[in-house]
Structures are given as structure tokens and as C-alpha cells.
């Protein structure tokens, strides 16, 4: 029975996760800011990723015979202007996004078994250009990809895989989340007020086509058992994305603005 360190596991994409782990006989152990609606089978421990005190007692409770692996499923997802959002905002989202997957995996580390491993989930909209308005999101989730990489880079030479899944649109509590910030965003924006009303409809579309976490939960296991596992597994790539993002920068800006304006 392996046992499984899972970040952000009361969310839907965490939750999905630990369900998947506990059914096929490992030991999920999470660590979440908030408690579970409902009782678990499987542990959740209470701790912040901002917050290292609470985080280092946390893993270290976690982490008593050894961990298999950290999967990495918590994060915050927000839509707005970069140059209106408050700095408060901005920081936050990158304590959470990025700085916490660096602390976790500081701490984890030194309780890691033989051939553990390390799956951090970032997005499809990390190797791309930001589309305007997800900023702040796709900032912090190429930075947490470009730290995979480097983490792989090192981590190798301990032999502990690291991999990084980019999925598209999830079914999870962060959809409706962004659709509060987005509608937020529209209302109180005072640069912006038209460009919003039609980056909406854009972000409703596209995340119609969101996949139930589950699916997401398989792909993360396949990361787990296989032997030589891939560095990147992708999920749900929204095709007009793919397709934007292999224009030349210049072309891109110009079918943003007639889109949008």
C-alpha cells in the first residue's frame, strides 16, 4: 500500500484524486486550509500552504512512515485586470499557486520513500501566451510548470520523478469561483467595461467543455504507476487555444483586439 501526500484534497480535483487513491488500496493523506463538508475515509489535515508553521506540523504528522509521492491539487483560480487588481490579490495568488508547491515539496522531501514521486497539477495555459484577463492565473501556473521542470531536473539525481499535468477546463468548485470573479470583474472594472462583457461569453465557452475531475484523477494515477512516467501529461486542450497559441505573437494581438473591442 503506497501512501500518498495530496494538496488541496477537500477541493473537487483533491477529492477526486484521494477517492481514486483509496479505492485501488493506497493510503491518500490530505492536507487542505478548510475542513470536508463530509467525513472521509481517508485522513485530511488541516494546514495552509501560505502559512509554513502550520504546513511543517502538518507534514510532518503526514509524513510518519514515509511517503510514496506528493500530488499537488491545490490552487486558486481568478480572472482581472493586472493593473487594477490590489497587490494584496496578486501575491496571494502566487503564495498559493507556487510558493506553497515549494514549501510542500521542502518539507515532503526529507520523508520521501525509495521512487517517490512528485505530480504537480498546472494548466493548459501555462506554455502559452495569457489571454487578457487571466494574467494573473496563467502567471502563476507557467511559473509553477517552469518549477517542475526545474525540480525534475534536480530531483532525478535522487531518483524522485517529477510530473506535470496540464489540463484544460475540470468540473470543479473553481469554475464557479472564477465566474464570480469574472462577473466581479466586469462590474466593478472602469478600463475595461466593454472588453469584459465579451472576454465573458469567451470564458463561458470554453469552459463548457470541462471534463469531470475524475478523468483527471486517472490521468494522475497513470502518472503514479508507471514505471518511466512521462514529464508532461495533457488533458482536455481546448483546440482553439492550441491554435491561437502556435500563431506569431503579432497575429495573436491583433485577433485579440478585434474580438474583444
Known amino acids: 500500500m503506497a501512501r500518498y501526500l495530496v494538496t488541496g484534497a477537500n477541493g473537487g480535483m483533491g477529492r477526486a484524486i484521494c477517492r481514486l487513491l483509496f479505492e485501488t488500496g493506497d493510503q491518500p493523506i490530505g492536507i487542505d486550509l478548510k475542513k470536508a463538508d463530509e467525513g472521509t475515509p481517508w485522513n485530511v489535515i488541516e494546514a495552509d500552504v501560505t502559512d509554513p508553521v502550520s504546513l511543517e506540523l502538518a507534514i510532518g504528522s503526514a509524513g510518519e512512515g514515509g511517503l510514496d509521492g506528493v500530488i499537488h491539487a491545490a490552487g486558486l483560480y481568478d480572472l482581472d485586470s493586472l493593473v487594477e487588481m490590489d497587490e494584496e490579490r496578486f501575491l496571494r495568488i502566487f503564495?498559493?499557486?507556487?510558493?506553497?508547491?515549494?514549501?510542500?515539496n521542502r518539507l515532503a522531501l526529507p520523508y520521501f520513500n525509495p521512487g517517490a514521486r512528485?505530480?504537480?497539477?498546472?494548466?493548459?495555459?501555462?506554455?502559452?501566451?495569457?489571454?487578457?484577463?487571466?494574467?494573473?492565473?496563467?502567471?502563476?501556473?507557467?511559473?509553477?510548470?517552469?518549477?517542475?521542470?526545474?525540480?525534475?531536473?534536480?530531483?532525478?539525481?535522487?531518483?524522485?520523478?517529477?510530473?506535470?499535468?496540464?489540463?484544460?477546463?475540470?468540473?470543479?468548485?473553481?469554475?464557479?469561483?472564477?465566474?464570480?470573479?469574472?462577473?466581479?470583474?466586469?462590474?466593478?472594472?472602469?478600463?475595461?467595461?466593454?472588453?469584459?462583457?465579451?472576454?465573458?461569453?469567451?470564458?463561458?465557452?470554453?469552459?463548457?467543455?470541462?471534463?469531470?475531475?475524475?478523468k483527471l484523477a486517472k490521468t494522475v494515477l497513470r502518472?503514479?504507476?508507471?514505471?518511466?512516467?512521462?514529464?508532461?501529461?495533457?488533458?482536455?486542450r481546448n483546440p482553439w487555444l492550441r491554435l491561437l497559441g502556435i500563431l506569431p505573437k503579432r497575429m495573436q494581438l491583433r485577433i485579440i483586439r478585434r474580438v474583444l473591442k
Request: charged residues 25%; positive net charge; hydrophobic residues 45%.
Open 223 to 236: 502518472a503514479l504507476v508507471k514505471k518511466r512516467p512521462k514529464p508532461v501529461y495533457r488533458l482536455n
Open 95 to 104: 503564495n498559493v499557486n507556487l510558493f506553497g508547491a515549494y514549501r510542500v
Open 118 to 214: 512528485v505530480v504537480i497539477v498546472t494548466s493548459e495555459l501555462a506554455p502559452l501566451d495569457p489571454l487578457p484577463f487571466t494574467g494573473i492565473y496563467a502567471i502563476t501556473k507557467a511559473a509553477l510548470d517552469r518549477y517542475a521542470d526545474a525540480l525534475r531536473m534536480e530531483l532525478q539525481l535522487l531518483g524522485y520523478p517529477v510530473v506535470a499535468i496540464r489540463p484544460g477546463a475540470v468540473d470543479t468548485g473553481m469554475l464557479p469561483c472564477s465566474t464570480a470573479a469574472l462577473d466581479r470583474f466586469c462590474d466593478s472594472t472602469k478600463l475595461y467595461p466593454v472588453n469584459a462583457a465579451r472576454f465573458k461569453k469567451i470564458v463561458e465557452r470554453v469552459e463548457a467543455r470541462k471534463v469531470p475531475p475524475e
